[in-house]
């Protein structure tokens, strides 16, 4: 079973891939700057005051650690927009100072840089919302320089398909690399309980070690 501090363990993802990994029998210490908005007990889970934008924070929540997740998103708000490059900076930082000793590092991205079916980005079609396209692009600018500066640490991002909402969890998906994923109709969806099983499915059997990859409903849910 792996040790696993997640960032952002009380949002929309972080909490889903805690519960996740939980009933799988994983250890997880959950990294939040309020403890008390993290409401889940279990034997398995420990809740602790934790700043990913301070690189002394991460070092420090990811020692002797398996895996780091930082589910920090950027759906919130300005304020959350503006985290995901200086949270890739500071994650990057805090595990360095680990050096060999560091965990794996899984980072939650974005949709709007995966390339889309006839060619372009996701984020430069037609019609995306303005807010929306402010998110893509912030989670666009965090891969890449996770992409340029990473070096010697282990880093996988994850990014979900076009639609990411509350749904059930079915433990199917199919996945890509920078390719948008979609179903016999074209739809590009999964259900956040089912990312949840994706990131999880990585950390015990890592397939994306140093790249990006992105997780979708396929044609058994079209």
Request: charged residues 25%.
């Amino acid at each position: 079973m792996a040790r696993i501090a997640n960032f952002g363990a009380n949002g929309a993802i972080g909490h889903r891939v805690v519960s996740e990994a939980l009933d799988r029998g994983h250890t997880i210490t959950a990294v939040v700057r309020d403890p008390a908005s993290v409401s889940r007990t279990h034997r398995n889970l420990t809740v602790v005051t934790g700043d990913v934008l301070d690189p002394a924070s991460v070092s420090l929540a990811a020692r002797d650690q398996d895996v780091l997740v930082s589910a920090v998103g950027g759906g919130d708000g300005p304020g959350h927009r503006a985290l995901l490059r200086p949270a890739a900076e500071s994650l990057v930082a805090g595990l360095h100072t680990l050096g060999a000793g560091a965990p794996r590092l899984i980072v939650v991205g974005g949709a709007g840089s995966l390339r889309v079916p006839g060619g372009g980005l996701l984020q430069d079609t037609p019609g995306v919302p303005e807010d929306v396209l402010l998110i893509m692009r912030a989670h666009a600018d965090a891969l890449a320089y996770l992409r340029r500066v990473a070096g010697e640490i282990r880093w996988t991002c994850l990014s979900p398909a076009a639609c990411v909402r509350p749904g059930r969890r079915t433990g199917r998906y199919e996945t890509g690399l920078d390719e948008l994923v979609t179903d016999a109709r074209g739809q590009s969806a999964i259900s956040l309980e089912d990312y949840a099983v994706a990131l999880v499915d990585e950390i015990e059997k890592p397939r994306h070690l140093g790249e990006r990859f992105t997780v979708a409903h396929g044609e058994r849910e079209a």
